[in-house]
């Protein structure tokens, strides 16, 4: 398969996403995966989509498959409803979902710290129908501000991120501006600076953005970058996007962050997701 790698790979950070690769195997044994496909870094979405309070056995189930595989957690997303699936986030929603992003944030950045996780990814939420939008915005930055201050507290960065209208119409983020926005909004109110962007390349690609302008004018402000290809949120090289040259661009304007496969394998069990990468490059370093 033709991929986006050359001989500048090993130069990057790899992180793998165990919440859209690997969930052919049962969330405990996806650790493991990953580190048998030669990962040292996997990052997840909030695995318990029903709960964003689970159990002392559950948390200390997850932590100890991630410690015993031998990788490290380097990020983790906030309560954020059911996902994948209609929802996009919990932040931004009056009533029982803010109440319950709430009641995670705490939980969310204890797990993070106790496994030396240093980003928490917060989604901003759907319109909800009959609510003023400026009503929902003022609420998300209530919570936005008690995430980032509790992602200050275990030392790690609050990460916005900008998801793609298509796969998101009710998604009030569908930009790379309207993320950093938000980014900005969250860092004058808490005087802390530590809310970053979430440049996610295939979602802003869907979008119609223009990837390199967005690179030069937003790295300086990203605190993670996520890829799939596009269309097809496949694997690098299953479709036309030219993430060699896009990651070449990151680096050249100062970000040395990781980059987290968020893409979905295809047809096919995930740990042969990864032909485009060379074994030797998929160790963080």
Same mark, same amino acid.
């Given at each position: ?18 919440? @859209?690769?690997?969930?052919? /195997? ?16 996997? =990052? ?13 056995? =559950? ?13 490290? /957690? ?109 980014? =900005? ?14 440049? !996610? ?7 119609? =953005? !223009? ?15 996520? @890829? ?58």
């Amino acid at each position: 398969m033709p991929g986006p790698e050359s001989s500048t790979a090993a130069d990057r950070r790899y992180s793998v996403n165990l919440s @859209i690769l690997f969930t052919e /195997l049962p969330l405990l044994e996806r650790p493991a995966a990953a580190g048998a496909a030669g990962f040292t870094a996997v =990052e997840l979405w909030w695995p318990w989509v029903d709960s964003p309070t689970p159990g002392r056995p =559950e948390l200390d189930a997850l932590r100890k498959a991630v410690e015993d595989a031998g990788v490290q /957690l380097t990020g983790l997303n906030f309560y954020a409803g059911q996902l994948p699936g209609p929802d996009r986030g919990a932040l931004s929603v009056p009533g029982e979902e803010s109440d319950r992003f709430r009641a995670n944030i705490d939980v969310a950045a204890d797990f993070a710290r106790s496994l030396g996780c240093t980003a928490l990814n917060a989604l901003y939420g759907n319109r909800v129908e009959g609510v003023d939008p400026a009503e929902q915005d003022a609420l998300a930055l209530e919570n936005l501000v008690l995430a980032a201050r509790a992602a200050h507290r275990v030392g790690a960065v609050l990460l916005v991120e900008a998801l793609n209208r298509p796969e998101s119409p009710h998604y009030p983020l569908v930009s790379a501006p309207a993320a950093v926005g938000v980014v =900005e909004k969250v860092n004058r109110a808490t005087g802390l600076g530590n809310a970053r962007f979430l440049m !996610d390349l295939y979602h802003l690609a869907v979008n119609g =953005e !223009d990837l390199p302008s967005v690179i030069d004018r937003y790295a300086p402000v990203t605190g993670h970058v996520q @890829i799939a290809d596009s269309p097809g949120r496949g694997a690098p090289g299953t479709g036309t996007l030219p993430l060699a040259d896009l990651l070449g661009l990151l680096r050249k304007a100062g970000y040395d962050g990781r980059v987290g496969l968020e893409y979905k394998p295809g047809d096919r069990p995930s740990a042969d997701a990864f032909d485009w990468l060379p074994a030797d490059a998929r160790a963080a370093r």
